[in-house]
């Protein structure tokens, strides 16, 4: 069992810079760590789940190595648990009140209020990505030395919002402004010409769809030059061209998929199959309805396919694009990943989720035959009521039965087609200054949550 | 120190100080009170097993182990073999899989715990929380909420409300109510809609269909459906209803993480709930009481449901669907209807004299043709009582 010692070469000088392998070793028992943790999050109404997670996360961690040792993640489940229970508390439930409480006003106030909510909840929604990254990028060590995302989140929201409100607003409002301009200052004609008509509106998707590339580029720029390993920060230079270049086939080939879909829906919403979706007086309209309805169901699902194969080329030169313009001291990454892998893992993924879903409606059904039949709880009780809710907590719970093994093989897929070039001072990076650590004790880090 | 050097074998491992990102071989030992690491030109670090943290919990699948310690605070040691992780749970076994998730759980099993004797006890003792609540809202919460309702299940079918038969209806909730008692003031709509169906809001809010009214056959009749609806309003049925509703779509919010969307539909999810048969018993109980101190017959209340259900035997399905709504979620037990049927006669008088019925049947104007003409213009929730 003795191992020999191997002696390192002498180290020429400590600080020189030395070529730092990347590379992936796939964690074992995670199928036995989906049915512990969905065995303990059932047992203690769900609030295991944090913890579980939190297990997942130091397994997948784990599996990402550089130069063979792991990578380490400090985040603990009572900072999950303490994050949700303070977004919960102080955003999710205020704003659901809010928005629910709108709806009791009269009309323009209610409809202007429910608009400013869904706008404050998409900038919310860009300063979570931010503060989620900075979570985990402050949790994540290897060799001792600390990750960390020094930037403001708050910005990183407003630049989530305002590079697609930009765009949709000026192709939304610009016609009828330039209309205004042309006619020196015709109000007609700019009322004329604002009004969302479907000439305004397709231009307004163009607009927003073409931004698309650029805008990801400008948000992952933000992330990447914000982040830093221990004292040394990233750069990233990535342009947008060849990115262009491989988004006019992705565009394309949805424009088709989406002009095939309008066509397929149009095509099938006759005015008989409408009338059965607001009639339910009528059997045989509900039967009309209910084929148009199956109909589009299956046509959506269809065009979500072909757009999935269409869009997972795109992405995956997207990740080898972002990869080989993100550089740390003197080494750069590269990316391998290919839209044909991309399609495999995630349609692996997906049958692990159907699997779990599967095994969750059996474990529904069961259990509502244990309420109505072996127990005869009425379904209308509150015992019943109670019930329901349980299997579908059951159901709920059942479908992340595969999560850890579907989270393990999409970080493993990235962290296999990314290796890194050049070489890195390692013994020349140290923890640097804890900026990002003290201010972590305020209120600001409790909504650093990455419970979601 | 080292004494037991034949006992335990050596391993290879990397340590690294936590100053810079550099990493130096070590060899190390499993010793007798801890880890020993043993770095070339330094003195040997001992860390204790007690203080041991894991990068990742020790299982049965380890092939390698991450270890750091409160001993040497910020380094790290990693060594690559499945036989130190093995044998290391051996000698520290808080690092194992098994314990961390023990340590982790065991305060929120014990929680649990709690929580389901908690909720047998509500059970077993027929405490309902949902109701206490329910008592405790002001009144204008109760009619604010109750509005919103009413102009929900509605949706955009016009209020009838034809001169005398507006005028016969309030006469006819006015005598209800009078004998209801506790200045119990109840505000009734019609709504212009084939579905024949009556449901309470919060607030003492009714809602009656031209379905329903067209389908009495006399005052008494609707009467009786009136003042049971009055019943569910006294007992605070809906304000009980709607409290649950929030209560289990915020247990089911916080159970799937936030994710679940239902408290925002906690409206939806109400429009759904059947009141329990408790709750009905109760609302016919309130409502034989009422009908007596009116001087109502309840002989209508019962000779209604009666009728309704021989004739949703006798017609063949799928004719008239509206009809078939009332039964389809509210079932009449035959249980209820004895109880009805059985109340001694008392001294009374019509609900209303011939004219006011008449007023009142076309309180929607003039009858109108046979339905499927008149289209709502959304689709129609699903009636929740009668
Ligand atoms: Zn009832």
């Known amino acids: 069992m003795m191992r020999p010692v191997v002696t390192e070469p002498p180290a020429a000088d400590a600080s020189s810079p030395v070529p730092v392998r990347l590379s992936w070793l796939h964690p074992a028992g995670l199928v036995s760590l989906g049915l512990a943790n969905l065995a303990l999050r059932i047992l203690t109404l769900n609030v295991y789940h944090f913890w579980g997670e939190t297990e997942v996360r130091r397994r997948i961690w784990s599996a990402v190595r550089l130069e063979g040792e792991p990578l380490v993640y400090t985040g603990t489940g009572r900072e999950l648990f303490a994050g949700f229970l303070v977004v919960f508390g102080l955003v999710l439930l205020p704003l659901t009140l809010t928005g629910a409480a709108a709806m009791a006003l009269p009309d323009p106030g209610s409809s202007l209020i429910r608009i400013a909510l869904s706008a404050f909840v998409f900038y919310l929604t860009g300063v979570a990505v931010y503060r989620a990254r900075r979570y985990r990028l402050s949790r994540t060590r290897w060799r001792g030395i600390r990750m960390s995302l020094g930037g403001n989140s708050w910005r990183f929201g407003w630049t989530y919002v305002w590079t697609l409100a930009l765009p949709f607003g000026v192709a939304l409002f610009g016609p009828g402004f330039l209309a205004y301009a042309l006619t020196g200052g015709d109000r007609d004609a700019m009322a004329e010409a604002a009004g969302p008509t479907i000439g305004t509106t397709v231009l307004a998707m163009l607009a927003a769809f073409w931004i698309l590339p650029w805008r990801s580029i400008k948000l992952q720029g933000l992330l990447v030059r914000d982040m830093r390993f221990g004292d040394r920060p990233f750069t990233f230079d990535a342009p947008a061209g060849p990115l262009y270049r491989r988004y006019a086939a992705f565009w394309a080939g949805s424009a088709v998929i989406a002009a095939w879909l309008c066509a397929a829906l149009l095509g099938a919403a006759t005015p008989e199959a409408l009338a059965g979706l607001t009639d339910e007086t009528d059997t045989e309209k509900m039967a009309n309805a209910l084929r148009f309805v199956v109909l589009a169901t299956f046509a959506l699902g269809l065009a979500y396919l072909l757009y999935y194969l269409v869009s997972a080329s795109y992405r995956a030169f997207q990740f080898n694009h972002f990869a080989s313009h993100t550089h740390f001291e003197g080494a750069s990454f590269r990316g391998t990943a290919t839209g044909r892998g991309l399609v495999r893992n995630a349609l692996g993924n997906f049958l692990l989720w159907l699997a779990g879903f599967l095994i969750g409606l059996l474990a529904l059904l069961g259990w509502m035959f244990l309420a109505g039949t072996v127990l005869a709880l009425p379904p209308e009780s509150a015992g019943g009521q109670a019930f329901l809710l349980l299997g579908l907590f059951l159901l709920f719970a059942s479908m992340a039965l595969f999560r850890p093994l579907i989270q393990a093989r999409t970080t493993g897929y990235l962290a296999r087609n990314l290796a890194i070039d050049g070489k890195v001072p390692l013994a020349g990076i140290s923890q640097g200054d804890d900026h990002n650590l003290r201010r972590g004790e305020g209120l600001a880090q409790a909504f650093d949550v990455d419970a979601f | 120190m080292h004494s037991d050097t034949a006992a335990s074998p050596l391993f290879y491992g990397r340590f690294s100080d936590g100053r810079t990102a550099g990493a130096t071989d070590v060899d190390v030992r499993l010793g007798a009170s801890g880890v020993e690491v043993m770095r070339k030109g330094a003195l040997p670090l001992v860390w204790p097993y007690a203080g041991l943290v894991a990068a990742e919990p020790l299982s049965s699948y380890a092939v390698d182990a991450l270890l750091s310690s409160p001993a040497s605070p910020g380094a790290s040691l990693f060594v690559g073999e499945g036989l130190f992780a093995r044998k290391l749970a051996e000698k520290a076994p808080h690092l194992t899989t098994r314990a961390q998730r023990w340590q982790h759980a065991k305060p929120w099993l014990l929680a649990t715990l709690a929580t389901v004797a908690a909720a047998i006890a509500v059970w077993a003792l027929d405490l309902s929380p949902a109701r206490t609540i329910a008592g405790l809202l002001p009144d204008r919460a109760r009619s604010a909420v109750g509005e919103q309702i009413m102009t929900e299940m509605s949706g955009d079918r016009p209020q009838c409300d034809a001169g005398p038969g507006r005028a016969a209806l309030d006469r006819l909730t006015t005598r209800l109510a009078e004998a209801a008692g506790d200045n119990t003031r109840f505000k009734v709509v019609v709504s212009d809609w084939d579905l024949m169906n009556a449901f309470a809001a919060p607030g003492e809010q009714i809602l009656l269909t031209r379905g329903l009214i067209e389908k009495a056959q006399s005052a008494d009749e609707l009467a009786g459906v009136l003042a049971h609806e009055m019943g569910h309003g006294i007992e605070r049925h809906p304000e009980t209803a709607l409290v649950r509703a929030i209560g289990l779509s915020a247990a089911l919010e916080l159970m799937m993480g936030g994710s679940s969307g239902t408290l925002a539909n906690a409206g939806l999810f109400i429009a759904q709930l059947a009141y329990s048969r408790d709750a009905e ?95 709502p213009a959304k689709p129609a929730p699903p009636p929740r009582d009668i």
Do not use: M, N
């Open chain 2, 281 to 375: 018993r109760a609302a016919d109980a309130e409502a034989l009481r009422i009908l007596a101190k009116a001087g109502i017959s309840a002989k209508g209340f019962a000779s209604f449901f009666r009728r309704v259900q021989k004739e949703e035997e006798g017609s063949g399905l799928g004719k008239s669907l509206s009809s078939l709504e009332v039964l389809r979620t509210h079932p009449v037990t035959e249980e209820r209807l004895r109880v009805v049927e059985r109340t001694p006669d008392y001294k009374s008088t019509p609900a209303l004299d011939e004219k006011e019925w008449a007023a009142l049947k076309s309180i929607c104007g003039a009858a109108r043709p046979k339905p499927d003409k008149v289209r």
